[in-house]
């Protein structure tokens, strides 16, 4: 009779989570409850930030360039792309280059126009995943009857940032990037808006806070999380997993940072030299 193998014979994944800042970590905290035996590294392109502002000739580039370099460093076992800006995009040129398994981060539109009740919904993204064919298609196939608003906001993501680093963001800034999704149609107004950025749900406390009306903010964190787990196998035991490994291409990550709001222990931060040629 054939049996499971022991739970501790199983192999804890090394998994690369990428974003362009700290933005990804909004993903990383639903991954590292679901799979607390992995190995992690976050890994931040802070020197191309913001993504939301660039072309996609110059995104594709940029991200082919940084993964390369990356995954012949890091060896992992799967890829969360934690970046709606990058996923919206470049998911088929990476995986047409690398054999393993990218997960994508991707704006939620199909649960959100499934559950509105006013069949007003909001997507506040970056402007690049706002103008993606990517995201237009979404909207053909599962908008149904749902009429959908695309915010493309420049300063929330940055917002995001400073706010995250202690900086002083004041409710009224915040409030103006959001204004805009908050939609009325006659006697209908938006009752769900789609986090389709990374970096957003690290302001969600301040976001409901200055929201003009509430809503149902949509994170696709927990969907992610559950589709990676399915990819990398069952869960390897382990009661003390790895610290998180860091990389960026600017300054490196500050480390207790990362922990606060990631919540697991970190590394020091390494800095991935987008100077020196790619491996071969
Ligand atoms: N966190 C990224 C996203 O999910 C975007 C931030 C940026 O513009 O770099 O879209």
Redesign the pocket.
């Known amino acids: 009779m054939s049996s499971l193998p022991p739970a501790t014979a199983l192999r804890a994944p090394t998994i690369l989570m990428f ?3 700290l ?2 970590l909004s993903v990383f905290r639903e991954l590292a409850r679901a799979r607390p035996d992995a190995r992690f590294i976050y890994a931040a392109d802070d020197a ?6 660039l072309s996609e000739d110059a995104l594709v580039a940029r991200v082919m360039a940084v993964m390369d370099r990356l995954i012949a460093r890091t060896a992992p076992d799967a890829v969360v792309v ?6 919206t995009l470049v998911l088929p040129p990476l995986r047409a280059r690398f054999a393993i398994p990218f997960v994508g ?1 991707v704006p939620a539109i199909k649960p959100a126009c499934e559950s509105s009740l006013t069949r007003e919904v909001s997507v506040l ?2 402007p ?2 706002v103008r993606r064919d990517y995201t237009q298609k979404l909207i053909q196939d599962f908008a149904g009857d749902c009429h959908v608003t695309l915010v493309g906001s420049t300063r929330l ?1 940055p917002l995001a940032e400073a706010a995250m680093r202690g900086e002083e963001v004041s409710n009224a800034e915040i409030a103006a990037e959001i204004a805009p999704a908050f939609v009325r149609e006659g006697r209908s107004r938006t009752d769900t808006v789609v986090l ?5 749900p690290l302001l969600l406390d301040r976001l409901k806070q200055v929201a003009p009306w509430p809503v149902r903010w949509i994170d696709p964190a927990a969907a992610i999380a559950r589709r990676l787990s399915s990819l990398v196998g069952p869960v390897a035991f382990a009661s003390n997993p790895a610290p998180m490994r860091l990389f960026s291409t600017g300054r490196p990550l500050d480390a207790a940072l990362v922990e606060r709001i990631g919540g697991r222990r970190s590394r020091s931060g390494e800095i991935l030299d987008m100077e020196a040629s790619a491996p071969a």
Request: proline share 4%; net charge negative.
């Open positions: 974003d362009s800042g933005g990804g191309a930030f913001p993504y939301g502002a934690s970046c709606n800006t990058a996923s981060t993204a970056t690049g995943t993501a389709a950025c990374t970096h957003y």
